[in-house]
């Protein structure tokens, strides 16, 4: 027979497995305003440069990660974007899709002639 050992607690077992609530996050896609197009962020100006910073297009890096994301065989079905205010950041949503390729399968090797 196994031998079974009890560890006292200080706290009640429901206290112990009562969840913890997350915070509820502050930042999305709408705290953002107004949604836009990969054709309306393509005309979002460029925050100013400094000596530390030197900003890109908001739409060179959709356009990496889309080329990046198509090497892989993944499309983008749906796309939302936004920029704050002071246009310094952007956020983005992609719903993507897989396209699988089929690649012949062979149950046993082929033979040599």
């Known amino acids: 027979m196994q031998e079974t050992t009890v560890i006292e607690q200080d706290q009640p077992v429901g206290a112990i ?4 609530p997350a915070p509820a996050p502050t930042m999305t896609l709408c705290s953002y305003g107004t949604k836009l197009t990969r054709e309306e962020l393509a005309r979002v100006a460029t925050p100013a ?3 530390t ?5 908001h739409i060179a890096v959709v356009e990496k990660l889309i080329e990046a994301l198509g090497f892989r065989q993944i499309g983008v079905v749906r796309e939302e974007y936004a920029v704050s205010a ?7 949503v992609m719903d993507l ?3 699988l390729r089929r690649l012949p399968f062979r149950d046993r090797p082929e033979e040599q002639p």
């Open 17 to 20: 497995l009562s969840p913890v």
């Open 53 to 57: 910073h030197k900003p890109i297009l």
């Open 86 to 92: 002071d246009g310094m950041r952007m956020f983005g």
């Open 97 to 99: 899709e897989f396209r």
């Open 49 to 51: 440069a400094t000596a």
